[in-house]
C-alpha cells in the first residue's frame, strides 16, 4: 500500500492527500507532520542521524523521530507506529508539548514544508535501526546536547533548531515539560484525535 501524507491549507486544515514518495520535491505543498523527542528511563535523550539514502536531509542529525500521520490516524498512534518501524522502539509515555510547531527548510532543492506538531516520548529498550531511515544514533544528557548545538559542535537539522527555541521556553528538564493542549493542534490533526 502506498504510504501517502494530509495535505493542508495554511489554517491547518485537510484539502486532499498526497503519495509520500512524490510529494516532497522544490515546490513541496503544506502537509501534516510530526516530531518526536524520545527519553528513557534514564531521562537520556535520543539524537538520531537520517539515513543517507533519504530524500529529504539526508545524513542529517536530528530529533529521535519524524514521520507522518496518515490519513485519518490519530498523530500519537503515527508516532508509536513509526518509533517502531525506525527504531523498534516501545513507547510507554507521550505527550505533546509544540502543538503549533509550523517549518520550511530546504536541503540540495529539495523542500520540507510541514506543520508539525512536536511529542516528547518515553521510551524503552536499545534502538534498533532501521538502516534506511537511520544511520546513527546516540543518547545524550539534554543540557549537554543544547550546548553543543549552542556552541556548533553538534550539526542539527534546522527544524530541530526551531523547535529547540520552543522547548527552551518549556524549561531546562524535559521530563518536566508541561503537557499541551490538544484543541491546539492544526485542526487536520484533530479530526482523528478526538477521545485524547
Known sequence: MTEQVVL??????AI???????????ETPLHLAFSAYAFNERGQFLLTRRALRKRTFPGVWTNSCCGHPAPGEDMADGIIRRLSQELGLTSVGIDLVLPEFQYRAEMDGVVENEKCPVWRVEVTGE????????????WVEWDRLVSEIDDGSQP?????REQLTGLRELGPDPLDWPSAEHHRLPPAALVSARGR
Open 16 to 26: 486532499g492527500v498526497a503519495d509520500k514518495a512524490g510529494v516532497h520535491h522544490a
Open 8 to 13: 493542508l491549507d495554511q489554517q491547518g486544515h
Open 127 to 138: 534502538p534498533e535501526p532501521d538502516p534506511a531511515e537511520v544511520d546513527a544514533y546516540r
Open 156 to 160: 542539527i537539522s534546522p527544524w530541530c
